[in-house]
């Protein structure tokens, strides 16, 4: 299974972190954005070639020591079909390293939209008696309000092509609890979600005990996110919020199992940008985003007995 995958990845490198890669073409190197203008002008072209030398760097320097990425859609979509092209190209880079990919876009529909995405983002296709391969991602964010409909076409493209799915379930931002907390008949909404993450991975657990459906659950809750842990032991978990919203490594600590394993931790903002944090010269950035990962990596592990 997909998540075999993962945690197999996370073994070894002895590192349960995602780098996220939400690239701000405002916030990346000048040299790389004034380059970029030089050869392009202002334009969506400039803007492609932006995240793909500030992506391309990121990866290099991350491949041997993070087990995955996390690009999130709509850093690209911003940038019409040149950013798209973009994210197209770091999931096909990072995989052709060996990193798993997670592709951070919350779809969530339902019958042939549901599927239409399904097979844009994880499977195949057709065209005629051909099929193709969209974007290819290894896992998918997703927003499952609308119910068992929404997950069911991704199920059957998880089954087929041993792909996986994170559903947003407990998430980090602030107002999260204004929906997500609310108690009905004894149990939270995102309880309830949980409960159909159990539900709907049932008969799919494979070598570590977890279905091809995960949940999102963030760190900035630590209590919460240890107790989900505990009330859905087949899921694995996607816990955002760790560095620059707030949780650290013992906030995080609770999404394990007894074997240090079952969740992966994502930092964007704190890898990609951490050559500010770090007093470097831009020209350092990614060898800055090795020394964070590294640092992430040693924090959390020292926290979590992974073996």
């Not at 990193?99 to 549901?114: L, N, P, Y």
């Amino acid at each position: 299974m997909s998540f075999d995958r993962l945690i197999k990845k996370i073994i070894e490198t002895k590192n349960p972190s995602v780098a996220g890669l939400d690239p701000d073409i405002m916030q990346i190197p000048a040299f790389i954005r004034e380059s970029a203008i030089r050869e392009y002008g202002e334009t969506f072209e400039a803007a492609e070639q932006m995240l793909i030398v500030f992506n391309t760097a990121l990866i290099d320097a991350l491949y041997d020591i993070v087990p995955a990425i996390k690009p999130q859609a709509a850093f690209y979509e911003m940038y019409g079909w040149h950013g798209v092209r973009a994210l197209k190209y770091t999931i096909d880079y990072a995989k052709s390293l060996g990193m798993f990919v997670i592709t951070d876009a919350k779809r969530g529909d339902i019958g042939s939209t549901m599927d239409a995405y399904a097979k844009g983002h994880l499977g195949t296709t057709k065209i005629g008696r051909s099929e193709h391969t969209a974007f290819g991602a290894d896992a998918l964010t997703v927003n499952a309000y609308l119910g068992s409909d929404a997950i069911a076409p991704l199920s059957e493209i998880c089954k087929a092509q041993d792909k996986g799915v994170f559903v947003l379930c407990k998430t980090s931002n602030k107002s999260s609890g204004e929906l997500q907390d609310i108690d009905v008949s004894g149990r939270t909404i995102y309880e309830t979600m949980g409960d159909l993450c159990e539900t709907w991975g049932e008969g799919t657990d494979s070598e570590y005990g977890y279905s091809h459906i995960g949940a999102v659950v963030g760190a900035t809750y630590p209590q919460q996110l240890s107790d989900m842990r505990k009330r859905l032991p087949h899921t694995f978990f996607l816990v955002p919020g760790y560095g620059a919203q707030g949780g650290g490594a013992a906030d995080v600590a609770g999404g394990f199992d007894e074997n240090g394993l079952g969740a992966i931790v994502n930092s964007s903002r704190g890898i990609m940008y951490a050559y500010k944090k770090q007093g470097r010269p831009e020209e350092e950035f990614a060898q800055a985003a090795r020394a964070e990962a590294i640092r992430m990596r040693d924090e959390i592990t020292s926290m979590i007995g992974l073996k």
